[in-house]
């Protein structure tokens, strides 16, 4: 079976994969780069566990063809936090108790940080609506749509300590 | 055991620190079940029927086995043939038999998604390419799928033999039925015909799925030695252990089960599906075999809760005290015994003291995947049909629904349905704090409307092993066999760093392999915090004791003179009075004192509680599409004692939001042709984040004396009363009893168009 | 199993050489329908040919007469032209009901009206509005309203090797507005139970001098109610105007009982969605 070669920049690094033509960006990732902090749920762009930013733009990489990645920039939950730091979002999510189980955390997360990139100061039916995408079976979304918002705060008045 | 102590003692158990686990998750980096790789592993793939009910007449593997890259095929021919051993698998149990042909069809496939065959091959696309390759031969049987067809006296049987339960000689009528449980008490017949309000009525509710949002995956290798190693989440791999070598015919000790992370169970993952699937394949092809599954193969062969058919009626004196209950329903187990009719019995009214009452549930088979536990199993069935008829005698009398439920509620020490007395539980507690909370009296708007239900779960104890050990720096490592699905690690860490006395921070946990700790039951039953936790107490006692002694060396005093005040041995005797060591220093010199200072411990505590909830909900319903909004809801529960009180609040608002997903949109739906029509995530609608308010929570702490520090299960009750708190809103801001769940907008629009 | 090709042409003529030498082959938009189908092995392309390369494709044009949007336009990206926002907010509302934002970062009208799903939620939006799409094949382009591209559930009047590259929506007139609505059991992440949308015009007297009303899931195709115009255009939208057009819409109505809805269920949305989007177009227009 043919393979195309793919590079693409991924959480800053320019990255080098093999895929077959069929394949989604979500298993290259888990099983090319062996990423798996993307996580899947569905396969079919209904739960949001997969979400990665692809040149700026959430998307379920269950749904982008790995090959599509050629030259693109697609930053995943591996590259959220700077090194041992925690992003606002997640060390919000920690101190909430945003997550039980953890398995839908990375797409919440990525998701989560999408938004606050583009809206510093969502509202909370914002919030929900944004996340509409992520299912999360484990909280009921309370501390989740909490953590965003703590989130979000922090994140302005780091702005404008700055 | 000795009282719980006070609360205001307690220096870290009530706070809420951040989770052991929870940097790992947050960045990615948690391994969960589709994570593991095992090196050179194969990758597996299920044919599974097309059909609801089929004879195999006969598999042709050989074009699956010409693909290139395929390493393994197996069918139900490559299973150990076995004896019918009833073993334990947490809240549920079943015969390794029905195991073994649920994980895989035999001679027939008794639902759509049952599994026939599985490919293991070098690559995921050549197995699944090879498994359509598979050809079988079917010869197509009636199938049963409605709870009304399967009950029926002139049912098509979809088994020839059924193991029944309970069926006397008038009841072998119901061909598909494989249980019929009752418990009564008194004359309910003649206490009903003494009731002064009596209601009734009919409630239905269909199979819905736990939901998780990680799909079953397991690694198997099978070693040369015969040994087998596997590698998969679940809610406990001492079980998966034990019912995987019991499905294969192996030794428990030549298998040993890796957990990893669970991205939710509820239940649903108490039991196996794909292990003894990937040993086989392992076995076969000699090397590792990872088998997961799809979403959609999810939907198709695991789950369900059971759905229900329920008949409620219900008496009252005068006053409005229960006075008599007969019910009596049938669930759902898919096309396997066992269910949970029994369950559903003992919550019927377990929250209710009545003088006359007889509930008879019954188990039904069906052409469905075989059931699995979900949450508070058989409870909120039952529970949405007595809490609606509940609201609806409210309505009768014209008495306020909280103060009806308050004249019959359970007290301690009142007679439970289980034929014990009530312990310390807190229904009465919980009925007085929804009525004070600001929810229950504040003013509604236009098409809004309230519903109140209250609800129960045993909970359970039951046997449990953790260890504690100390490095040499003061490090604190507890290993436990639970796996965490819901911030157990913390709760641990609290509860061992309370007990030594020393910082959270100083605790480290890990959950082990099956091979590094003693038995632990199954995280499910509400039981994790509750009996794990008095397993990581008794052996942090356990280790102070040692901590005692070896101070007790170092000053070479008597061991009597010692005693441990917030992380220090203090002594007590003339020489050295006042003076102390911390844990660290004493850990420090272990060597030298009698070496590695650790303690295992297994303990089988059944000092658990019952739990009870009470919840508020508000519900808006546009008039005209029918569409319904959950605008407000309250939850209040008996925690007993929150130990990370947080993840307490987690379990209740993640509960009711299932409950109320329930109660508003979640159905296996099938369609003529007996396949499952909305086998995914679009159409098995759980609830989305823009569909839920935020979900209130107060707990109510009346500490069990059971525990150390007043534990009681959690996790189950807040499923148990959302289906009728949103089914009785919904009726009221609809002016017609709903009760027939899911109440999608359509049946709405129908009750409000005089359908 | 055929081997699987995927290409990324740089030019429209690039892609329609493709799709013609490659029979059987599939344009690649958004992805969210193709990629879902290719997975659950519905469809089994021997080559993907995907249009986000070509540069043209990915633009919305303001010309004189149209709004020009590329079939690799994503939904969200409908919202960032103020122009398109402000005259046909019921377009780029519809689109932006489809799935998630992750769904919506990817997914264009095109595909969503090439889809040919009887729910799809943009088309009844695009139909009310008059839109048009541009397909384009080896033999050149021809331009067709939107409505005759979807003939059947799943299937388009599209030829072997052709594909829609552009949809083309005129500019509103003045007095002019739409609005779309869906049903659906949730908030969000549902497949439209029934949608609906109008597009109205409105003279300075406030009365109506055209209307355009299409639902969507109540047939084997999005449906333009000429009827609701009928009963509309001439009038005020006075109450019985819209009832008149509410029961035109219920009775061209042919849906089926499916998972996601019943007949009864549907006819009935049907006319109270067109009734609520009516509302909403005549307010947006300047009526009251």
Redesign the interface.
Known sequence: ?SRNHVTTTVNGDEREFLC?PGQTLLDAL?DELG??????????G??G?CTVVLDGEMVCSCLVLASEAQGRRVE???G??EGSQ?HPV?QK?????A????????GF?VASKALLDKNPNPT??E???W????????????????AVMDAAAELRQERTAA | MNAPEPKDAFKVVGT?P??P???E????????G??YKAANMLHGAIVRSPHPHARIKSIDTSKAEAVPGVKAVITGADFPSLEDIIVRMGESSGSTVDISTNIMAKDTAYYDGHAVAAIAAVTR?AAL?AA?LVEVDYEILPHVIEMCDAFAADATKIKAAINTVGLGEGEQGRPNASLKFTSAKGVAAAAMANAVHVVSGHYSLKPVH??????HAAVAAWKADGKLDVWCSSQGQFDVRGLTASVLHLEIGNVRVMPL??????GGKTTIYLEPVAALLSKKSGQPVRVAM???EVFRATGPAPGGEIDVKLGADADGKLVSAEIEFQYSSGAFGGGDAWAGVMHSVNHYAIEDYKVTGWNVLCNMPKHAAYRAPGAPQINFAVESAMNDLADKIGIDPIELRLKSAVKPGDPSMMGSKFGEIGLIECLEAAKAHPHYSAPLGKNQARGFACGTWMNYGGPSTASVSLADDGSVLVTEGNPD???SRASMALMAAETLGVPYEKVNVTIADTSSIGYSMVTGGSRTTYATGIAVIEAAKAVINILRERAAKMWETDVANIEWIDGSAVCTDADNAGKSFTLAQIAAKAGATGGPIAFENGVNPLQHLPGYGAHICDVEVDK????V?VVRYTVVQDVGRAI?P??V???M??????GIGWA??EAY?Y?KDGRL??A????Y????????P??DTVMVEKPNPGHPYGVKGVGEVPIVPPLAAVGTAVSRAVGKPMRSLPI???KV??AL?GG | ?PDLAYHAPDTIKQATDLLAANKGSRPLAGGTDLIVQMQ??RVAPVAIVDLKRIASLKEIREEAGYFAIGAAVPCTSLKNNKALVAEWPGVVEAANLIGSVQVRNRATMSGNLCNASPAADSVPALVAAGATAIVTGASGEREVPVEQIPTAPGKTSLADGEFVSEIRIPRQQKGGSDAYLR?I???????A?VGAAASIVLDASGTCTSARIAVGAVAPTVLLVEDASKALVGSKLDDAAVAKAMAAVSAACNPIDD????V??RK??AG?LAKRVIQIARERAGGN
């Open positions: 079976m077959s888990r990423m798996t902090g993307s996580k899947e749920g569905c396969g079919s209904d739960c566990a995943t939950i591996e959220i936090a925690l997640q999510f920690l101190e909430n108790a997550l039980q189980c953890g398995f839908c955390t990375p997360i909370e039916t919030v929900r609506y996340l509409a995408g992520n299912l999360c079976r484990c909280t009921g979304y309370d501390k989740i749509v909490r | 809420r951040i989770r686990d929870g940097v998750k947050v960045t990615g980096k948690a391994i969960f589709t994570d696309q390419e359509r736990q939901g998780y949002i990680e799909p992370e669970i991205g939710g169970g509820f799809t979403r959609e699905i819901g911030g005209e599409t029918g569409n909004s990370h947080a993840y609040e987690g379990q608002q993640g509960g009711a939001v299932q508003l949109n739906i369609n029509d909305n995914g995530f679009l159409d609608r759980i609830p989305v984040a823009s569909d839920m935020m979900i999608s907008p359509d629009y129908a168009n | 199993m659950s092995g049903s059991p949730r908030t969000e992440m549902d497949i139970v998972k996601r809805g019943t009864a269920y009935a949305m109270v």
